[in-house]
């Protein structure tokens, strides 16, 4: 018989993974003010090569969010501007006629960069949209019959706006179901607006104050593969596959009145998701192993935006995070 293998020692990894980590974290703050729950997602996303959706209303620094975390790992940040008439090609990339050399040429679009934010996604028609999704989900795009790779490590951001719904495209169920995480920003305290308005006036936001990088694109690639090694039981795996699995079993689980609201439950990419952020929020907290915690921190971020509910939930004022906190305390915790 083979002998299992000799599992991987993590400890100086996790203090190298650490200091990149606090390195990171401080370049964040050093422009965005709180948010600290958007830049926690930010870096889980990037452990783990996911994708996360951002709603919030417009002016709260989700640009700039982006933008600091494309500088701070040295790069490349492209920003797409979502709207009804924005074509795939615009996004993916396409070949245009060189009259020079009497031939064609291909020019590579906005989604082939490390960081690339997609603002308001919801204002893009359904085929632009499925354009982007794909090219998130098979890490590269085709060209005139080419494949074209997209360089990692690769972040997608894309943002909704919760007013202002005229002439927006809402996302499917099948497309929300691709990102890993969905992050609410709220608004800032008096407090921290008072500080964004001094660090405006001290120059920080000026377009040529950038911020400086603290790690290059293999460290973040070599924790990539540190985060996947993060020790996680069997006991903790099925506690995240039964926390999904409420969702999706509701009326044996949660008290009637919640339990019907709920059309449908979330799919196993959400345990995959559930497992996956939880190694890397154990990484970024210094850890090489997962414990429940993890799980429970990650929950609303990975269950939120899967979780279809009824109409009777919207009249009721019944929110999804309702939903979650109840399946929360019907599964024990191991």
């Known amino acids: 018989m083979t002998a299992a293998p000799v599992p991987r020692d993590l400890d100086d990894d996790a203090r190298a993974a650490q200091r990149i980590v606090a390195a990171l974290s401080q370049a964040f703050s050093a422009k965005v003010v709180g948010q600290e729950h958007l830049r926690e997602s930010l870096l889980i996303g990037l452990l783990t090569g996911g994708h996360i959706l951002v709603e919030s209303v417009p002016g709260l620094a989700k640009t700039t969010a982006a933008r600091v975390i494309a500088e701070s790992i040295h790069g490349e940040f492209r920003r797409i501007q979502c709207t ?17 050399t009497t031939s064609f040429v291909t020019q590579l679009g906005p989604v082939h960069a490390n960081v690339v934010l997609l603002d308001e996604i919801n204002r893009s028609s359904a085929k632009t949209q499925s354009a982007m999704l794909e090219a998130m989900e098979e890490r590269q795009t085709t060209i005139a019959g080419t494949v074209y790779p997209i360089p990692e490590p690769f972040l997608v951001i894309a943002t909704q706006n919760p007013v202002d719904q005229e002439g927006t495209y ?3 169920e099948a497309q929300t179901d691709r990102f890993l995480l969905k992050e609410i920003v709220r608004y800032p305290s008096p407090e921290e607006e008072v500080e964004v308005l001094s660090r405006r006036d001290a120059g920080l936001y000026d377009r040529d104050h950038r911020t400086r990088p603290v790690a290059t694109l293999e460290d973040i690639r070599h924790l990539q593969r540190v985060a996947r090694d993060v020790h996680m039981s069997r006991d903790l795996m099925l506690y995240a596959s039964r926390l999904v699995g409420v969702t999706r079993d509701a009326a044996n689980y949660l008290p009637s009145n919640l339990a019907r609201l709920i059309e449908y439950g979330a799919s196993p990419r959400a345990t995959i998701a559930l497992c996956t952020s939880a190694r890397a929020l154990a990484l970024l907290s210094g850890r ?20 279809i509910l009824g109409f009777e939930a919207a009249s009721a004022g019944v929110t999804p995070d309702v939903v979650i906190d109840a399946a929360l305390q019907s599964v024990r915790v191991p």
């Open 84 to 100: 009804p008439d924005l074509l795939p090609s615009d996004i993916i990339g396409t070949q245009i006629y060189d009259a020079a």
């Open 170 to 172: 809402a996302l499917s």
């Open 288 to 307: 090489n192993h997962v414990i429940p915690g993890d799980i429970a921190d990650l929950a609303h971020r990975v269950l939120q935006h899967r979780l």
